[in-house]
């Protein structure tokens, strides 16, 4: 147990390595993250005190992991704001729901080509479905086309991709955690599941005032305990339910962005996201035997295929309904096609209801390609597009 | 000038500007402070140029510059401020001003206009916060000046012509 700091340690300085590296490349630092965890894994050698295989520790790891989760999605529920998502106006959420369904049909189709049973398909969807908020708006940034018309669309669909998600884990969480073998029993606890996040949002409105007077605190340290608090005491008390704690951690970011102090909040979260939201990532990846990913390759391939097409269509559909041209509707398709986050979430409630790890498997070769090709395709779809345009034309003028 | 505001969840806000002589910007301020710059691009209104980023001190320093802060334009030598009925103004001594050479004591500044001379800024950008009587008045400089708007009418005929 005398190295235990020194292993954790050894992690957070594998994790920066490889952040440092990844940013060097430009690419996104999450499939990083991953990689090297899976490298290190129970599998990796080991040369007297400095033991990479994260033994002592992997049981920190994980929980330190576990946060992460927690507070990826208590920040998404922070920042989120039905509010903000009702004024971006119509189209986005024509487009949103548009982008939703086809990308979930896709996960569908995949689920139904390789054969999986529902519960398998049922995360193959939400992991096809969630389109990466970090990569799509990191990229944006560096391309500069933060003041582009299209951008506002962009954003405005992934934040409705992200009230999809926040349904979806619930419902999941229900399905897949519960351990409820019959429809009834299934049907049961994602009722629950969904008659207690529906009253915690309506109860925690009514006790705004009085959260807002119970967070009226100056001192950062009392601050920080009070909302770390509300968040382990809720997350914690939603597993009890049958409510992954993942949601519950949503359910009190949401409540609390309503609260005037939202801002001081996010702020005070933002470095504990980061920390444990990178040892997440690194922890799935120790969970994954690099030897078995072989066998998931053609249907991440199939996937990432479905993927690229089904965000293409609802990209083009979405263009129309705001009003953007032809072009800045390519783009919308291509900039949504990164995928990171919330699919790595998705399958991390598939391993923790014991779903057949070709799951995880595929999930990681998914992200991998997603999160290296989708801003690839991002940065290039205004030569995509030219192309296209050419091709189409020249079939045009043989007819 | 026509100003519209939008959301970008994930990354800020954006402001669009039409200026009246028909030209746009596009400002973004970024959840993290940076500022953007864009303009449209004429050949292709779907693309928008970034003409430059500021980290957060930056641009609250051009944001001075660009509303005269720093450096006056002639036109506005004499800008001012009101708040309620005080007027705070700004403004600059000619050379050919028969005060040059006097100082505020001498002058009775206070009782012959009413109006007070609250700060100095020498040609040499030097500030003189509350200027005492002895201080003299040289050419070049910006006087900053409160009172009334006719106290400080006084006080510019008063520097410059003498009573």
């Known amino acids: 147990?005398?190295?235990?700091?020194?292993?954790?340690?050894?992690?957070?300085?594998?994790?920066?390595?490889?952040?440092?590296?990844?940013t060097k490349l430009r690419f996104s630092v999450i499939p990083f993250y991953i990689l090297v965890g899976m490298v290190v894994g129970p599998h990796a050698p080991h040369f007297g005190i400095i033991d990479l295989r994260f033994i002592e520790s992997s049981v920190f790891i994980d929980f330190m992991g576990r946060l992460g989760v927690l507070f990826l999605l208590f920040y998404l529920g922070l920042e989120f704001s039905v509010g903000r998502l009702i004024k971006s106006g119509k189209s986005i959420v024509i487009g949103g729901s548009f982008y939703v369904a086809i990308n979930f049909v896709s996960g569908l189709l995949l689920g139904w080509m390789m054969g999986f049973p529902l519960k398998e398909t049922m995360v193959i969807c939400g992991i096809m479905t969630s389109s990466s908020t970090a990569i799509v708006a990191k990229v944006l940034v560096d391309l500069k086309r933060t003041a582009n018309p299209e951008t506002e669309v962009i954003m405005g669909m992934i934040m409705f991709d992200d009230l999809f998600i926040a349904v979806h884990i619930s419902l999941l969480s229900g399905l897949v955690l519960s351990g409820a073998t019959s429809w009834t029993g299934v049907l049961f606890t994602s009722l629950?599941?969904?008659?207690?996040?529906l009253l915690f949002i309506v109860v925690g409105r009514r006790l705004m005032p009085?959260?807002?007077?119970?967070?009226?605190?100056?001192?950062?340290?009392?601050?920080?305990?009070?909302?770390?608090?509300?968040?382990?005491?809720?997350?914690?008390?939603?597993?009890t339910l049958h409510v992954a704690e993942a949601i519950g951690a949503l359910l009190i970011g949401l409540v609390l962005a309503e609260s005037v102090h939202a801002k001081r909040i996010e702020q005070l979260v933002l470095p504990f996201r980061d920390l444990f939201g990178a040892m997440f990532f690194f922890s799935f990846g120790l969970t994954i035997d690099p030897t078995s990913l072989g066998g998931a390759v053609w249907v991440a391939?199939?996937?990432?295929?479905?993927?690229?097409?089904?965000n293409l269509l609802s990209g083009v559909f979405a263009g129309r309904a705001s009003?953007?041209?032809?072009?800045?509707?390519?783009?919308?398709g291509f900039t949504l096609v990164s995928r990171g986050e919330f699919s790595i979430i998705m399958a991390n409630i598939g391993k923790e209801g014991n779903l057949m790890p070709a799951v995880q498997s595929f999930a990681v070769l998914y992200v991998l390609i997603l999160a290296v090709i989708g801003p690839l395709l991002t940065k290039e779809s205004k030569t995509i597009y030219g192309l296209f345009q050419k091709v189409t034309g020249r079939v045009q003028a043989r007819e | 000038m026509n100003i519209g505001e939008t959301d970008l969840p994930g990354i800020g806000r954006k402001f669009e500007v039409s200026a009246r002589s028909g030209d746009q910007m596009v400002i973004i301020i970024h959840d993290d402070?940076?500022?953007?710059?864009?303009?449209?691009?004429?050949?292709d209104p779907?693309?928008?140029?970034?003409?430059?980023?500021?980290d957060d001190d930056e641009a609250r320093h051009l944001a001075g510059i660009i509303g005269g802060m720093t450096y006056k334009p002639k036109a506005l030598e004499t800008i001012e401020v009101a708040l309620d009925d005080l007027v705070i103004e700004w403004f600059k001594l000619e050379s050919d001003a028969r005060c040059i050479g006097n100082t505020i004591g001498n002058l009775k500044v206070r009782e012959m206009t009413g109006a007070t001379i609250i700060a100095v800024i020498d040609k040499g950008h030097?500030?003189?916060?509350?200027?005492?009587?002895d201080f003299p008045l040289v050419a070049g400089s910006t006087l900053i000046a409160a009172g009334e708007r006719a106290q400080l009418k006084m006080l510019k005929m008063y520097l410059r012509k003498g009573l």
Do not use: C
């Open chain 1, 323 to 332: 009003g953007v041209s032809a072009k800045s509707s390519v783009n919308i």
């Open chain 1, 301 to 310: 391939v199939v996937g990432v295929l479905l993927t690229i097409v089904a």
């Open chain 1, 210 to 239: 009085w959260i807002d007077k119970a967070l009226n605190v100056r001192s950062t340290e009392l601050f920080l305990l009070l909302v770390i608090a509300s968040l382990f005491l809720v997350s914690g008390f939603s597993e």
């Open chain 2, 33 to 43: 402070g940076r500022r953007e710059l864009y303009r449209k691009n004429p050949d």
């Open chain 2, 46 to 54: 779907d693309e928008s140029i970034s003409i430059a980023t500021f």
């Open chain 1, 1 to 22: 147990m005398d190295t235990l700091i020194f292993e954790v340690g050894l992690a957070i300085a594998l994790i920066a390595v490889v952040g440092v590296f990844s």
């Open chain 2, 126 to 133: 030097q500030k003189h916060l509350i200027p005492g009587p």
């Open chain 1, 192 to 197: 629950t599941a969904l008659v207690f996040i």
